[in-house]
T-cell receptor
Framework: GQNIDQPTEMTATEGAIVQINCTYQTSGFNGLFWYQQHAGEAPTFLSY????GLEEKGRFSSFLSRSKGYSYLLLKELQMKDSASYLCAVNPHGQNFVFGPGTRLSVLP | NAGVTQTPKFRVLKTGQSMTLLCAQDMNHEYMYWYRQDPGMGLRLIHYSVGEGTTAKGEVPDGYNVSRLKKQNFLLGLESAAPSQTSVYFCASSPPGTRRDTQYFGPGTRLTVL
């Protein structure tokens, strides 16, 4: 089976950097995804990693280590609008997405 | 493009009532999904479809049925609603090809079963 762990909540200050970790155990692997979900809204795609290493996209970066079953999402220059839940999801071989429970990030002024 | 739309946005049912949730997408996506989201449990897959006329069970299919008669529509039915089905329901679709696994979500349907 699949198991994904993320911290439940995190708090950071506007302008700071925050790292949200995700660990997973899965039989086969076809990619790891990060989604952002503001309260009361739908998840929206942020990033996709299939190979080890860092993928950078503006203020957001995502890192993957397949051998360790580990990923993190790095958010730089935090803004108030970054307050949201961040969902880690894996796509095992031949199966559908498995989502983690999400990390609720609060950005304080 | 409207993307992925869901109808209704909110609904309150009594135990034992039935209802159908409608999902529509105008992006010509092959794959469509129904998830439920509960506090602390993340998104869980109920049913999915890999093309018109096909459906398959996900992680938590019991108590739900689905149909995909048209490529753009994916319907989720509750035949006899139970309080345990109180949740937020999200529909999603994904394109074919190399970006198949990037899912586009609808705005959600908040369902309460009394």
């Amino acid at each position: 089976g699949q198991n994904i762990d993320q911290p439940t909540e995190m708090t950071a200050t506007e302008g700071a950097i925050v790292q949200i970790n995700c660990t997973y155990q899965t039989s086969g692997f076809n990619g790891l995804f990060w989604y952002q979900q503001h309260a009361g809204e739908a998840p929206t795609f942020l990033s996709y990693n299939v190979l080890d290493g860092l993928e950078e996209k503006g203020r957001f970066s995502s890192f993957l280590s397949r051998s360790k079953g580990y990923s993190y999402l790095l958010l730089k220059e935090l803004q108030m609008k970054d307050s949201a839940s961040y969902l880690c999801a894996v796509n095992p071989h031949g199966q559908n997405f498995v989502f983690g429970p999400g990390t609720r990030l609060s950005v304080l002024p | 493009n409207a993307g992925v739309t869901q109808t209704p946005k909110f609904r309150v049912l009594k135990t034992g009532q039935s209802m159908t949730l409608l999902c529509a997408q105008d992006m010509n996506h092959e794959y469509m999904y129904w998830y439920r989201q509960d506090p602390g449990m993340g998104l869980r897959l109920i049913h999915y479809s890999v093309g018109e006329g096909t459906t398959a069970k996900g992680e938590v299919p019991d108590g739900y049925n689905v149909s995909r008669l048209k490529k753009q529509n994916f319907l989720l039915g509750l035949e006899s609603a139970a309080p345990s089905q109180t949740s937020v329901y999200f529909c999603a679709s994904s394109p074919p090809g190399t970006r198949r696994d990037t899912q586009y979500f609808g705005p959600g349907t908040r369902l309460t079963v009394l």
